[in-house]
């Protein structure tokens, strides 16, 4: 995590930002209910989400079978809430009404409504969410919990709570659960659960984690697991051991497993130490081939010390991203002489796809992604689950092989959002505008130049791809198109 990023700093894709307006997307219609096609579709279960936007998306799309949803009420700098859930085929978006905000599910392919939630209160902005050109979140976030037998769409935000007028506003992460593959209007969520800052207010190392447990909202000194029954327990005295040793987590990267906490040792801030499930394996027993399970590295001079390998970089669904090293470190603010990445097994450790490169670290601070930075693009897994991308690398999971897009000096870094389930991943290149839109084979890592007017897919859903753009307009779309058959 950034430190210099935002005070109380996620992930994801998109950005805006100012005070929350009071109204409803798409203003109200003449029968009362919200704009957008948020809530409350009527007889037609697809009303109110006609595709209207023209883009020009990459070739496997058809750009006139769609839907789309407009967010007028979305400040500006604020990300787009949404979030795909494969194994329902569905997507879920917020609206905001005058009652609170309103998560709807929609079928990805033709975009029917299957649920609408009640609405739901976040709590009040803090002063700083409130201010003009500000990089803290203002707007909730959805985050899927893919664990146990059933998903949910958690519905997250950060702002301050008190119990009454006769208490004091704390600071507060609240968060709801709802089932993905729920059905109905003004469904209440499955649970519920605020974390209240213990001090009053959260330090500026405040990170949310999804995992298949539920939400685990971590800074530098405290540490909740919000489950999706909305229990909210005190994940401090987690105990991880690695290498027979107990720990201290890494509150940078972390992750509320089925069976326990997962994460890193930090070890002097070297970058290493390895990880580990609490109760569970660790990274000794995950080791991938051609690699030790131990790294050197010189601390002071004529002297090496040994430490057990490997660290996480980031998790999606039940599976981590790990980085492992390769050779000798010269001194403990020296990288690793080379690295690969590896696809591990949440509940197992077991190794699913490696690659000859080094993966990108994903930030979970709760505060405003910016999609020109890789480590704010989180990993993302096709609808079939065969493939993986994460950075610029792409992870075939059922041969083992991951390819690295990065190759030759003076190439432009290329950052993957998403992949489909043909093996074709699609991003951007370069950090800088004017960024080139690619797509890059899994089958071979080469990477294709788009057309400079394509948008490129921030997700995709079964059947359909996820696009979040302005479509030359002046309010943030998503607009989710057809695949071309």
């Known amino acids: 995590?950034?430190?210099?990023?935002?005070?109380?700093?996620?992930?994801?894709?998109?950005?805006?930002?100012?005070?929350?307006?009071?109204?409803?997307?798409?203003?109200?219609?003449?029968?009362?209910?919200?704009?957008?096609?948020?809530a409350h579709g009527g007889t037609d279960s697809t009303a109110g989400v006609a595709l209207t936007s023209t883009i020009t998306a990459p070739a496997a799309f058809d750009s006139g079978k769609g839907w789309e949803i407009k967010a007028d009420w979305l400040p500006e700098g604020q990300p787009f809430p949404f979030a795909v859930s494969a194994?329902?085929?569905?997507?879920?978006?917020?609206?905001?009404?005058?009652?609170?905000?309103?998560?709807?599910?929609?079928?990805?392919?033709?975009?029917?409504?299957?649920?609408?939630?009640k609405p739901w209160q976040a709590p009040k902005l803090t002063e700083e969410q409130s201010a003009d050109h500000t990089s803290a979140l203002a707007v909730p976030r959805i985050s899927l919990i893919t664990g146990g037998g059933r998903e949910f769409f958690a519905v997250w935000a950060r702002g301050e709570k008190r119990k009454d007028e006769l208490h004091d506003f704390r600071q507060a992460v609240s968060a709801a659960f709802y089932p993905a593959d729920a059905t109905g209007k003004d469904l209440a969520p499955a649970g519920a659960g605020d974390v209240e800052a213990p001090d009053g207010e959260f330090d500026n190392q405040l990170s949310v984690f999804p995992g298949a447990g539920g939400l685990l909202v971590r800074s530098s000194s405290d540490n909740f697991l919000v489950s999706p029954d909305g229990k909210v327990t005190d994940n401090g005295d987690a105990k991880v051991r690695i290498g027979g040793q107990s720990v201290d987590g890494d509150y940078h990267m972390a992750f509320p497993g089925r069976d326990g906490l997962v994460t890193n040792n930090k070890h002097e801030g070297t970058g290493e130490g390895g990880f580990g499930v609490d109760g569970g394996w660790d990274s000794a027993q995950a080791i991938p081939p051609g690699v030790e399970a131990v790294v050197e590295f010189e601390p002071v001079s004529n002297s090496v010390e040994r430490v057990p390998n490997g660290h996480v970089v980031g998790a999606v669904g039940d599976l981590l991203i790990a980085g492992w090293g390769k050779g000798k470190k010269e001194s403990s603010a020296v990288t690793v002489s080379e690295e690969i990445s590896a696809v591990h097994d949440l509940a197992t450790g077991r190794v699913r796809a490696t690659a000859p490169c080094e993966t990108a670290s994903t930030s979970y601070a709760a505060g405003v992604p910016q999609v020109t930075e890789r480590e704010d693009v989180p990993a993302a897994v096709s609808p079939d689950g065969r493939y993986l991308v994460k950075g610029g690398n792409v992870f075939d999971?059922?041969?083992?092989?991951?390819?690295?897009?990065?190759?030759g000096e003076g190439a432009k870094e290329i950052t993957l959002s998403s992949v489909g389930d043909d093996?074709?991943?699609?991003?951007?290149?370069?950090?800088?505008?004017?960024?080139?839109?690619?797509?890059?084979?899994?089958?071979?890592?080469?990477?294709?130049?788009?057309?400079?007017?394509?948008?490129?897919?921030?997700?995709?859903?079964?059947?359909?791809?996820?696009?979040?753009?302005?479509?030359?307009q002046d309010t943030v779309r998503m607009i989710v198109l057809g695949l071309r058959h």
């Open 1 to 38: 995590m950034r430190i210099g990023k935002t005070a109380t700093a996620l992930l994801l894709a998109g950005g805006l930002i100012g005070a929350l307006s009071a109204c409803s997307s798409g203003g109200d219609r003449a029968d009362g209910t919200p704009g957008g096609g948020a």
């Open 87 to 117: 194994k329902s085929g569905t997507v879920a978006h917020l609206d905001k009404t005058e009652q609170g905000y309103v998560l709807s599910v929609r079928e990805a392919a033709s975009g029917k409504l299957l649920s609408t939630g």
């Open 423 to 472: 093996g074709i991943a699609y991003g951007l290149a370069g950090e800088e505008a004017p960024r080139t839109p690619v797509s890059v084979s899994a089958a071979t890592g080469a990477a294709e130049p788009l057309s400079e007017k394509t948008i490129t897919p921030t997700a995709m859903a079964k059947g359909a791809g996820v696009f979040i753009t302005h479509a030359g």
């Open 397 to 407: 999971l059922r041969t083992g092989r991951g390819t690295c897009t990065d190759k």
